[in-house]
């Protein structure tokens, strides 16, 4: 297939995320984190039917990397917020702690192990580890698209499980900041055996471009140049940090924070980009299981366990010591911590992200442990949440005519 055709097929998975998953259009259809055109993407890739070539997934990765680094801007642009309403910052240190441990505890375990997977060098053990990190470290938003979907799960603990899901987004592409800083640089690059400046050049570029993108868009108001402002000052930090061989996702997450905290009217440009995140989100996804490379075997088995394996030892029993104080007077079971299993965009990001900057072995196996975080948490998270909402008493089935959507004139 053409890479052409790729694109149609892309741009088709955009509209759909548009049309069919809008929650405000009442017409909110599939998984929370798109994991069904994941799937697609492993049927009609090398996996499966091999309608999609390596080598036109590897003509797409400038586009793969835009993609990616765009829902990173989007990530980072609604930091600290959940449904436009402040995380407290006791959830928000709580949720990045424990984030940050995950990353840690996989990194470590992964530095450990490694070697028993397959015979790596010392670099690329250091690669594996990192990436490990990064794939086990998110928590995706399940509490607020479960409330906006079924657009009646509301309350204190749907509240708690928001905030404690939005602290924690940050820390992978930190993690990945460094992943990309230590590896390997183009040769005759600037900032080549330099990591620390890469790191260092990395965040202060998402920093430069969100303030320059907040300043033009508090001197232009009309929502058409705006985009053109946001656009730009993406793609030309992406485009830099692609050239200087750094982590454009971390350098774009940087300039969503920066944006937020600078922008005039931060919560207009929020609703602006977060209309983006589902026709981004799908596209990103199924490529994402279009890359997925099994060719590793046992070794790719072994590090999505040991990821999931660390996320279960660090969620379950953190969360079940905070469950009398999450959304008192009410008190969730004792596995409370399975829904915060749940891995969404970011997790996908840095797993296709990886894949496509460390095209061997350290590829596979960090976006086979980020594929197994997402699916995996898709099993688990979303069902128990509604268990939790439903025995809160926060979340009740929508109407019978809640799918039908109002006309457009009059809303």
């Excluded at 040769?187 to 260092?200: E, I, K, M, S, Y």
């Excluded at 366990?305 to 969620?315: G, S």
């Excluded at 008190?331 to 969404?344: E, I, N, Q, Y």
């Amino acid at each position: 297939m053409s890479a052409y055709a790729i694109l149609v097929g892309l741009l088709m998975l955009a509209w759909a995320g548009d049309t069919l998953a809008r929650p405000e259009g009442r017409r909110a259809f599939g998984l929370s984190s798109g994991t069904e055109f994941l799937l697609l993407g492993v049927l009609v890739g090398p996996l499966g039917l091999g309608s999609v070539s390596r080598p036109t997934l590897e003509a797409l990765a400038p586009l793969t990397l835009v993609a990616a680094s765009w829902l990173a801007l989007l990530t980072g642009n609604h930091l600290g917020f959940a449904d436009e309403r402040r995380v407290p910052a006791a959830r928000l240190v709580v949720g990045f702690a424990l984030g940050a441990a995950t990353f840690v505890a996989c990194a470590v375990l992964g530095w450990w192990l490694a070697p028993n997977f397959l015979p790596l060098d010392g670099d690329e053990r250091l690669y594996v580890a990192l990436g490990l990190g990064c794939a086990g470290s998110e928590t995706a938003r399940a509490a607020m698209v479960w409330g906006a979907e079924q657009l009646r799960a509301r309350g204190p603990l749907h509240d708690a499980f928001a905030d404690l899901a939005e602290a924690d987004d940050l820390v992978p592409l930190i993690g990945l900041a460094v992943l990309f800083a230590v590896g390997p640089q183009p040769d005759g690059a600037a900032l080549r055996d330099a990591p620390l400046a890469a790191l260092a050049v990395t965040l202060g570029l998402g920093a430069v471009m969100g303030a320059l993108a907040a300043a033009l868009t508090r001197i232009e108001a009309r929502t058409t140049e705006r985009w053109g402002i946001l656009l730009g000052t993406a793609l030309l930090a992406i485009g830099l940090a692609t050239r200087l061989g750094l982590a454009a996702p971390a350098a774009l997450v940087v300039m969503g924070v920066t944006l937020n905290v600078l922008a005039r009217d931060g919560s207009q440009l929020r609703a602006m980009l977060a209309s983006t995140t589902r026709p981004v989100l799908l596209p990103v996804v199924a490529l994402a299981g279009a890359h997925l490379d099994l060719r590793d075997g046992r070794a790719l088995w072994l590090a999505a366990a040991l990821v999931l394996a660390v996320r279960l030892a660090m969620k379950l029993p953190v969360a079940a010591a905070l469950r009398r104080y999450l959304a008192p007077p009410t008190v969730p079971t004792r596995w409370v911590g399975l829904a915060l299993m749940a891995s969404g965009p970011i997790t996908v990001c840095v797993g296709l992200t990886v894949a496509v900057r460390f095209p061997g072995p350290v590829g596979r196996l960090v976006l086979g442990a980020c594929v197994a975080s997402v699916v995996v948490g898709e099993l688990l998270g979303p069902p128990v949440l509604r268990r939790e909402l439903k025995r809160a008493g926060e979340w009740q089935p929508p109407a019978p005519d809640a799918a039908v959507a109002p006309p457009r004139e009059a809303r």
